[in-house]
């Protein structure tokens, strides 16, 4: 059985998910979806949350140079948490 795929129309990455916003094939019902970030870069099935058709949508990768900037402000938190426990 042939799947379709759910068009991606934007995405947004988050530190703890993957936030997307798709398009159904069969419907052309518009939803926001959000997924774990461990799930970045697979082909996922689910449904539809409005005519309930399963359908594969394709999650994008995020880019290297933003995760480089989002392990770099991880850090930066990290040492200012460090800072703020030694004063109190």
């Not at 129309?9 to 993957?18: A, C, G, L, R, Y």
């Amino acid at each position: 059985m042939t799947r379709n795929l759910y068009i991606l129309e934007s995405h947004k990455f988050t530190n703890d998910n993957v936030e997307g916003t798709f398009v159904c094939p069969k419907c052309d019902g518009v939803f926001i979806k959000d997924f774990p970030l461990d799930l970045e870069g697979q082909i996922i099935e689910f449904k539809c949350p409005v005519c309930r058709s399963s359908n594969e949508a394709d999650l994008p990768y995020k880019q290297i140079d933003k995760r480089e900037h989002l392990e770099g402000d991880i850090m930066d938190i990290e040492e200012e948490e460090e800072g703020f426990n030694d004063d109190y």
